[in-house]
């Protein structure tokens, strides 16, 4: 399994970005797919997470509203669409995978890893 991660930039606070996250080696039928970002200083924290076959998603709380996971299965791709940005979301995104359906906020449970894509917010 290969993940690549793309989109990140210097935005300002407020505005948007669409991170994306190719995924190839296999099929993901069976797989949960999340974002997870890891900021200067402190350790990789969960962002979201979307179940490959229905979509169903879960946020942690401080991205919900301003953050939508979604899945595109004709193309393998992830996104990750980050709307009302702020300068506390600043960090290196990355995306990963987990070969079982149930969604988790847990790092150590995904099994597969982006080389990761940097959001920098300016306020």
């Known amino acids: 399994v290969q993940l690549r991660a793309s989109g990140g930039g210097l935005v300002q606070a407020g505005d948007s970005l669409r991170l994306s996250c190719a995924a190839s080696?296999?099929?993901?039928?069976?797989?949960?797919m999340g974002w997870f970002r890891q900021a200067p200083g402190k350790e990789r924290e969960f962002v979201a997470a979307?179940?490959?076959?229905?979509?169903?998603?879960y946020y942690t709380d401080s991205v919900k509203g301003r953050f939508t996971i979604s899945r595109d299965k004709s193309r393998n791709t992830l996104h990750l669409q980050m709307n009302n940005l702020k300068p506390e979301d600043t960090a290196v995104y990355y995306c990963?995978?987990?070969?079982?359906?149930?969604?988790?906020?847990?790092?150590?449970?995904?099994?597969?890893w982006g080389q990761g894509t940097l959001v920098t917010v300016s306020s």
């Open positions: 979307v179940r490959w076959n229905d979509g169903s998603t």
């Open positions: 990963a995978a987990k070969p079982r359906i149930i969604l988790s906020t847990i790092r150590l449970e995904y099994d597969y």
């Open positions: 080696g296999r099929t993901f039928s069976g797989y949960a």
